[in-house]
């Protein structure tokens, strides 16, 4: 995990930058999270920079053995703490009995939630604990193993649930062993033992600000600008959120567009078409222009697919199909310029034509373009 790779929070990762830089980096730190803002990321792309080989001015290689090490959650200096589920008869009491699953969850979804994290581990509805046993292990891991690397790091997610016995860990807090760092994580600073919020340096991780979670859909899900700073605005500061918000969004949106072009195409069903211009518009001028501009992204990625027989590969599996059968129809001229009648449809309805024979007339174009 890199900073590239965490969404926003670019304050926060020049100030850790420059703790290490100016060899200032402190003995242990607390990321105080929002839900979904990204305090496990930052942690563990920071974990990753403190051990880098060979780091850019911004940011970790990503290439050096280190960088590919603690990205597989593999390093020997790199230790990982999580709740856990314990269950004694399966001998599994502490969090390295559960790294298996953490080498797979945390790499899936860096910004999964506790409830997920605990709930791919369980099959009941269960509280996820820091145990005692984790806790002795942290000391051992610490105090007797040999350092590889630059820094020796204990992550521990979910702080919270250190319950009093964290105190076992203020001595180690207090005179850790040489070049160790703790990266703490939690949501809560309540909950977190006052001895151990004492003797941490607390990191703000605010919810991410809309701009960012905006940039990050754009260029990550590619969707366009316009729809990614209405989802954005919906996220709360949250990338998870985003994405499903994003996700459910272009689902919808990607249904009616399938109906209006079957409608269009067939023209069998008129009433059909009606209904679907008539859910369009009924939109609002805002989703309605930003419908549009989903269709014309799909046309426009359609279009490359016809011409270079690659499909962009999305993660929305319906949408990539979609695009693969669009681009079945594009051969001829007509097709081509579709995405220009698109285009002066968003035109007219930016400036207040009348949506349903916009529409209506778009409609028949594209029968026209797309039968074969
Ligand atoms: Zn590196």
Same mark, same amino acid.
């Given at each position: 995990?890199?900073?590239?790779?965490?969404?926003?929070? *670019?304050?926060?990762?020049?100030?850790?930058?420059?703790?290490?830089?100016?060899?200032?980096? @402190?003995?242990?730190?607390?990321?105080?999270?929002?839900?979904?803002?990204?305090?496990?990321?930052? +942690?563990?792309?920071?974990?990753?920079?403190?051990? !880098?080989?060979?780091?850019?001015?911004?940011?970790?290689?990503?290439? !050096?053995?280190?960088?590919?090490?603690?990205?597989?959650?593999?390093?020997?200096?790199?230790?990982?703490?999580?709740?856990?589920? @314990?269950?004694? @008869?399966?001998?599994?009491? +502490?969090?390295?009995?559960?790294?298996?699953?953490?080498?797979?969850?945390?790499?899936?979804?860096?910004?999964?939630?506790?409830?997920?994290?605990?709930?791919?581990?369980?099959?009941?509805?269960?509280?996820?604990?820091?145990?005692?046993?984790?806790?002795?292990?942290?000391?051992?891991?610490?105090?007797?193993?040999?350092?590889?690397?630059?820094?020796?790091?204990?992550?521990?997610?979910?702080?919270?649930?250190?319950?009093?016995?964290?105190?076992?860990?203020?001595?180690?807090?207090?005179?850790?062993?040489?070049?160790?760092?703790?990266?703490?994580?939690?949501?809560?600073?309540?909950?977190?033992?006052?001895?151990?919020?004492?003797?941490?340096?607390?990191?703000?991780?605010?919810?991410?600000?809309?701009? *960012?979670?905006?940039? +990050?859909?754009?260029?990550? !899900?590619?969707?366009?600008?316009?729809? &990614?700073?209405?989802? &954005?605005?919906? +996220?709360?500061?949250?990338?998870?959120?985003? =994405?499903?918000?994003?996700?459910?969004?272009?689902?919808?949106?990607?249904? =009616?567009?399938?109906?209006? /072009?079957?409608?269009?195409?067939?023209?069998?069903?008129?009433?059909? /078409? #009606?209904?679907?211009?008539?859910?369009?518009?009924?939109?609002?001028?805002?989703?309605?222009?930003?419908?549009?501009?989903?269709?014309?992204?799909?046309?426009?990625?359609?279009?490359?697919?016809?011409?270079?027989?690659?499909?962009?590969?999305?993660?929305?599996?319906?949408?990539?199909?979609?695009? %693969?059968?669009?681009?079945?129809?594009?051969?001829?001229?007509?097709?081509?310029? #579709?995405?220009?009648?698109?285009?002066?449809?968003?035109?007219?309805?930016?400036?207040?034509?009348?949506?349903?024979?916009?529409?209506?007339?778009?409609?028949?174009?594209?029968?026209? @373009?797309?039968? %074969?």
């Amino acid at each position: 995990m890199q900073f590239a790779d965490v969404v926003g929070h *670019d304050a926060l990762k020049q100030r850790l930058r420059e703790t290490l830089r100016e060899k200032r980096v @402190a003995q242990s730190y607390l990321f105080l999270e929002q839900e979904g803002s990204g305090g496990l990321p930052l +942690a563990m792309a920071f974990a990753q920079l403190l051990n !880098c080989e060979s780091p850019t001015e911004t940011d970790s290689c990503g290439e !050096c053995n280190s960088c590919h090490k603690i990205g597989k959650l593999i390093h020997a200096d790199v230790h990982y703490t999580f709740p856990i589920v @314990a269950d004694k @008869a399966k001998h599994k009491e +502490a969090s390295e009995d559960y790294l298996a699953d953490w080498r797979k969850a945390f790499p899936a979804n860096p910004y999964m939630s506790m409830q997920d994290w605990i709930a791919s581990i369980s099959d009941e509805n269960k509280q996820g604990n820091i145990t005692a046993k984790e806790i002795t292990n942290i000391i051992k891991g610490l105090s007797l193993t040999h350092l590889e690397g630059q820094y020796k790091v204990q992550v521990i997610w979910g702080a919270e649930n250190l319950e009093k016995e964290g105190n076992k860990l203020l001595k180690l807090l207090e005179e850790p062993p040489e070049r160790t760092v703790f990266l703490m994580v939690a949501q809560n600073s309540e909950r977190i033992l006052p001895t151990i919020l004492s003797r941490t340096q607390s990191i703000k991780v605010p919810r991410i600000a809309e701009e *960012d979670i905006s940039k +990050a859909l754009v260029a990550e !899900c590619g969707i366009d600008e316009a729809r &990614a700073a209405q989802v &954005a605005s919906m +996220a709360e500061g949250s990338w998870p959120l985003a =994405l499903h918000l994003a996700e459910e969004g272009s689902n919808d949106n990607l249904g =009616l567009i399938k109906s209006f /072009l079957n409608q269009s195409i067939g023209r069998k069903n008129v009433p059909q /078409l #009606l209904k679907d211009v008539e859910a369009i518009v009924g939109l609002g001028r805002v989703r309605l222009k930003q419908f549009l501009e989903y269709m014309l992204l799909l046309y426009r990625r359609s279009m490359v697919a016809q011409a270079t027989g690659e499909i962009y590969a999305g993660p929305n599996t319906e949408e990539n199909e979609f695009i %693969q059968k669009l681009s079945a129809r594009l051969g001829t001229k007509r097709a081509q310029k #579709l995405p220009e009648q698109i285009g002066k449809t968003i035109f007219y309805i930016e400036r207040n034509g009348y949506g349903k024979l916009v529409l209506f007339n778009l409609a028949i174009q594209v029968g026209k @373009a797309l039968k %074969q």
